[in-house]
C-alpha cells in the first residue's frame, strides 16, 4: 500500500479513482461480495458489485456501480434493486424511494440519509446510472468532499486507502460493512 495522496484532495482524478477502486477491490471481496472493475484495464472506470439479503417475505438483490462523478470529481455510488418474494418467486424492481427506504436500506442508516442531502433532502436520489444507462438510485456525491474532509480532520487520506474510507461510510447505505 502507498502512501501517495491525491494533489486535490478530498477530489480524485481518473487514475487515482482507478488506483482507489483498485484497492478497493479486495476488501469488498473479504466482506463476501461479488465484485470486479470494469471499463479500460489500465484505467476502469466503475467497480461492480452486488448485494443479497433476505427478509422475512423476499429476498432483496442490489446491483451496485461506484463511479467517478465527472462533475465533482468524487466516488457515486448508483444501484438499482430487485425483490423477489419468497412464496410466489415472482420478481419485481424497486422504482420508488419509500420502497427503498422499506426493503434496500437499512434503518440504522436512514436518519443519516434523510438529511445528509442538499438543505435537509434526502441523499438518495434517482438518476441514470452511466454505466447500464438504466433508471435507478445513487446518492448524491455534493457532500462526500465535507464529509471526507472532517472523517480525516482536513488531512489527505492515501489514495489506496480513499475508497476504503469512503465505502465504510457510504456502503451503510446497502448495510455493507468492510471487514
Same mark, same amino acid.
Given at each position: 500500500?502507498?502512501?501517495?495522496?491525491?494533489? %486535490?484532495?478530498?477530489?480524485?482524478?481518473?487514475?487515482?479513482?482507478?488506483?482507489?477502486?483498485?484497492?478497493?477491490?479486495?476488501?469488498?471481496?473479504?466482506? *463476501?461480495?461479488?465484485?470486479?472493475?470494469?471499463?479500460?484495464?489500465?484505467?476502469?472506470?466503475?467497480?461492480?458489485?452486488? @448485494?443479497?439479503?433476505?427478509?422475512? =417475505?423476499?429476498?432483496?438483490?442490489?446491483?451496485? =456501480?461506484?463511479?467517478?462523478?465527472?462533475?465533482?470529481?468524487?466516488?457515486?455510488?448508483?444501484?438499482?434493486?430487485?425483490?423477489?418474494?419468497?412464496?410466489? %418467486?415472482?420478481?419485481?424492481?424497486?422504482?420508488? @424511494?419509500?420502497?427503498?427506504?422499506?426493503?434496500?436500506?437499512?434503518?440504522?442508516?436512514?436518519?443519516?440519509?434523510? =438529511?445528509?442531502?442538499?438543505?435537509?433532502?434526502?441523499?438518495? %436520489?434517482?438518476?441514470?446510472?452511466?454505466?447500464?444507462?438504466?433508471?435507478?438510485?445513487?446518492? =448524491?456525491?455534493?457532500?462526500?468532499?465535507? @464529509?471526507?474532509?472532517? +472523517?480525516?480532520?482536513?488531512?489527505?487520506?492515501?489514495?489506496?486507502?480513499?475508497?476504503?474510507?469512503?465505502?465504510? +461510510?457510504? *456502503?451503510?447505505?446497502?448495510?455493507? *460493512?468492510?471487514?
Amino acid at each position: 500500500m502507498s502512501n501517495d495522496y491525491s494533489c %486535490s484532495f478530498p477530489f480524485l482524478d481518473s487514475h487515482e479513482f482507478a488506483r482507489a477502486a483498485s484497492a478497493l477491490i479486495p476488501r469488498l471481496q473479504r466482506a *463476501g461480495l461479488a465484485c470486479r472493475l470494469s471499463g479500460p484495464n489500465e484505467c476502469p472506470d466503475a467497480v461492480e458489485f452486488t @448485494v443479497l439479503r433476505d427478509t422475512d =417475505h423476499f429476498t432483496v438483490r442490489t446491483q451496485a =456501480h461506484i463511479v467517478l462523478s465527472p462533475v465533482y470529481a468524487l466516488p457515486t455510488l448508483y444501484f438499482v434493486s430487485t425483490l423477489t418474494d419468497g412464496l410466489t %418467486s415472482s420478481t419485481r424492481a424497486i422504482t420508488l @424511494v419509500d420502497e427503498l427506504y422499506k426493503y434496500t436500506i437499512p434503518h440504522s442508516a436512514q436518519p443519516i440519509l434523510e =438529511h445528509s442531502g442538499i438543505y435537509g433532502m434526502s441523499a438518495v %436520489s434517482q438518476a441514470e446510472n452511466p454505466i447500464t444507462n438504466l433508471i435507478g438510485f445513487y446518492v =448524491h456525491p455534493c457532500r462526500t468532499g465535507e @464529509v471526507m474532509q472532517t +472523517i480525516n480532520q482536513d488531512r489527505p487520506i492515501p489514495i489506496d486507502e480513499y475508497l476504503v474510507v469512503w465505502f465504510g +461510510i457510504i *456502503g451503510s447505505v446497502l448495510g455493507v *460493512g468492510l471487514l
